[in-house]
Every structure is written in C-alpha cells, then in structure tokens.
C-alpha cells in the first residue's frame, strides 16, 4: 500500500498544550501511568491501527516530547508498520486546535484520511478509534462524543433532525440553553483529507478564546451537505482527558484496573488487582499469582503457574514457568528459571540469569552472575560477574570481590562447588568443578577441581583462661592498680 492508496491514514496527535495544572517542568504529555507517558498510550493505541504516517504537534517542551517520540519508536519497531516513522511538528504558538492540525498539514496532506487526537486522553482504546474510523462511512467526518453528568467545559454537540451533527458550540461561546446539553464532544475526529484541506483555511478565530477550533469544521461540514457522524462512547473514562494530578490518578486506577481484569479473565490470580500494577507491556500466563502490592514494569513476562509474593517490583525480567518469588523482591532485566526460588528480600540486577530450580535466598544481590541449575545461594551474599556452575553451594556471607575500585573481574565456579560460610573470592578467579571452599577463607588464587581452599586462621583453645583471667583482675583491684585498663590475653600471658 502506498500513502497515496485510497486507504492511507494519518493520525495527528495534538500535544502543543502548556498543560498548566500540572506545574511541572515536563510537558504534560509525558507524566506516566504504570511507567508509560500518557502520549505512549496514545501512540501505542493509535499505532494499531496501522496509519502510514503519525505525527504529533508539539509546543511546550517540544525537545522532550520529541526525545520520548524517538525512544517510543525505537522500542516499538517490530510491532510497527513498515517505514512508519512518527514524526513531530512544531505549532509556535497556542492559535487552537484548528492551527494545530494546520501546522501538520504537510504530513498529511498526501493521506487520504486524518485521525485526530489528544495526548493528554491515554485510556482511548484502539477499539474505539476503530469505530470511529468506521462511524465516518462514506461522509466528511465522525467525532467521538460522550453524554456527561457535568459537562461543563467542553464543546456540546448540537444535532440536526437524523441525529447528525450539525455544530459544536464550545462552552466558553454557549448561552444557558446550549450548556444545558449533555452532549458533549471528546474532541477526537476522524475526517477526509480532502475535505480537511478545504476547511482549516475557512476558520476564523471570531470566538471567545480568539483561536482557530477544530470543532467549527462540523458546521463547514453540515453546510457542504455532509453533517458529521456522532460515535457516542458508553464508558466516559475511556475519553476522560487529565489536566492535573488528581486526573493523572484516577486515570491510572482506571488503565490498573482494565488491565488487571483482562489478566483475569485470562487465568491469573491477584490477590489484591487494586494494589497491584501490571504495565501495558507485560505478558502473563495462565495459573500464575500476583501478591498484593506487586509491580510488573516494562516487558516483564511472567511464565504460567509462577507466582510472584507481595510487594515484588520486577522490570524488564523474564519468569519462568512455575518459579516462586517470595515477597519483597526487587528485579531488573533478570532471568528466572522454571521452578526457582527467590527471595524474600533478595535483588537480583541487570543480567542476573537464574536456570531452573535455583535457589537464591534473604539478603543476596545478583548482578550479571549466571547461577547454573540448582545452584544455591541461600543467604547474605553478593555475587557480582559471576559464572557459577550447576549444583554449585554459595554458604552464607560469601562476596565476590568483583571491583577493585578501577576495573570489574570476573569469578567463575565450576559445577558442584561448595564455599564454606563468610568466604571472599577475589577476582579474577576460576574454582574447579567440585572445589571446596573452607568458611571464613579469602580465596586469591585460581582452586584446582575437587581441591579443598582455607585460608583461616588456626584455631587456639586455652583451658581455664577465661577463670584466670578473671583472677588476675580481681587481684589487680585489690591492689588499686588501674582496673580499668583491660588486660587482653597477650599480657596475661
Ligand atoms: C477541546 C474541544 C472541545 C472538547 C474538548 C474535549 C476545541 C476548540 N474544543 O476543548 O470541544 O469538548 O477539547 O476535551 O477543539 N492543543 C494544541 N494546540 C493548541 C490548542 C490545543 O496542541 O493550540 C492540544 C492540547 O494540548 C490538547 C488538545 O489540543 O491535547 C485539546 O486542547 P484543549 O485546550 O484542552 O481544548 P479544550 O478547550 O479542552
Ligand atoms: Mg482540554
């Protein structure tokens, strides 16, 4: 399909607004719900529909929006159109909406059809974008629309006879009996290229904000004969735009809680779905169990009958089927193997590769060490660049020395290694398969397999010492020498 084929879609998204409710020094358009800026959701929403061209009108912060647009694109590359490169257009100044689709205009002037929308609405779903695409049938133009409790504020919709619309008068322009409409316009429309190009330079800005709207083309509309198609959205908070932080949290609880639901009616448990957050990028599978608390980030995929215990925060990490994270774990581009277990109060960093059925206890930090099948690590550890070989026994207290505060080494451990209790490994360093490792031992040197290493100290037992000690003090006292000078064992010996 080319852009000039007679299907080509341009989405334009409108994220030039100052977004002053927020008081943020960041566009408003890229405040997060669960990890992901509001304009992501939209352009992920938008993307799947399969547009030849995205474009998003920028203003305030426009470097930064621009920054995020180019991280979105890349993250997103397999999973869009081919050639698709969204781009960003620079409104210069806040002449409304109409303007902003004018300064979009060289985008997609070569479509054939132009969708546009809010980055500040992020709960749209590419469902409902379908529908609206389909509301416009052979006519000019479709809009979303909503029936509101209180809709003041927004553009209402005014129909004609068959239930068309034939105007938009925006709230700040309406007299008593127009603000009594609960009919309001959500502001997302899906309008013929053509059609567009002839009526953005027709607006005039005669209102009471002085701007170009975007909404008078529903009367220019109406007057070439063809009224635009109302799409009326049944669930409100889908069309919900957020303008402060309180809007930023419920809109938050709402994507929590669609999201959550669809996992559950998928097969996953949640002990607590209102606490715990799952990111749109998140795969989950059948059987497995969320504690509460517990948070999914990034591309985090959890394998079937796994279960992940309170207050666990993973990102990016890859589960396996019917491993057990116990609770108030922390995780980061990790690998966890079928049936492992992990934790409580175990973190495991970037590149941390768990195979099956390892253990790795309270207290231990992992941080690019690969743990074969079995291995154990059960307690107060840290292993940092670390190969550690299949049924390997990492006692308590063993750290490897990774860093020598210039440069990091690497320690690796063959298959079945024990290390005793409150061992160092100094690397570089290699241990043979089978290595013993005696506690309380500073290993420097590279261990032969099935060698035993112990660097500890020998062990000195005085019968009675701490009797006589305990005399030689008391006779100290009695004869007023200074008592409080303590007598170690090597004066009184
Ligand atoms: C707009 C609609 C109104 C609708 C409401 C729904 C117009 C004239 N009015 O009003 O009918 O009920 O949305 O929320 O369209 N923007 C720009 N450049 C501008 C102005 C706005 O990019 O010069 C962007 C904003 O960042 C925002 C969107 O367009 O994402 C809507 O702008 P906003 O100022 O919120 O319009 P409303 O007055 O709410
Ligand atoms: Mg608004």
Known sequence: MTAHSTSSLAVVVLAAGLGKRMFSQKPKVLHELLGEPM????????????????????????????????????????????????????QPYQGGTGHA????????????EVLILYGDTPLLTTETLGELRRARGQGVLSLLVGELADPSGYGRVIRDAHGQVSRIIEHKDADATTRAIGLINAGMMCVAAPFLATALPQLRPDNAQGELYLTDLLALAAAAGSPGNPHLVDDRREIAGVNNRAELATATAHLRERINRSWQVQGVTFDNPATTSVGAAVTLNADCHLGAQVELRGATTIGAGARIDTGCVLTDCEVAENAHIFPYCVATAATIGPRAHVGPFAHLRTGTVLESEVKVGNFVETKKAHLGPRAKASHLSYLGDAEIGADCNIGAGTITCNYDGVDKFRTILGRGVFIGSDSQLVAPITLGDDAYVGAGTTVTADVPAGALVVTRAATTVKLGWVAKKRQARAAAKASGADATRPAGPAESH
């Open 39 to 90: 304009l992501g959701h939209v352009l992920t929403a938008a993307a799947a529909l399969q547009p030849s061209k995205i474009v998003v009108v920028c203003g305030h912060g426009r470097a930064q929006v621009e920054a995020f647009v180019q991280t979105w694109t890349q993250r997103q590359r397999a999973s869009l159109p081919a050639g698709l490169q969204p781009r960003c257009v620079e």
């Open 101 to 112: 689709v004018l300064c979009a205009q060289p985008e997609w002037s070569d479509c054939d």
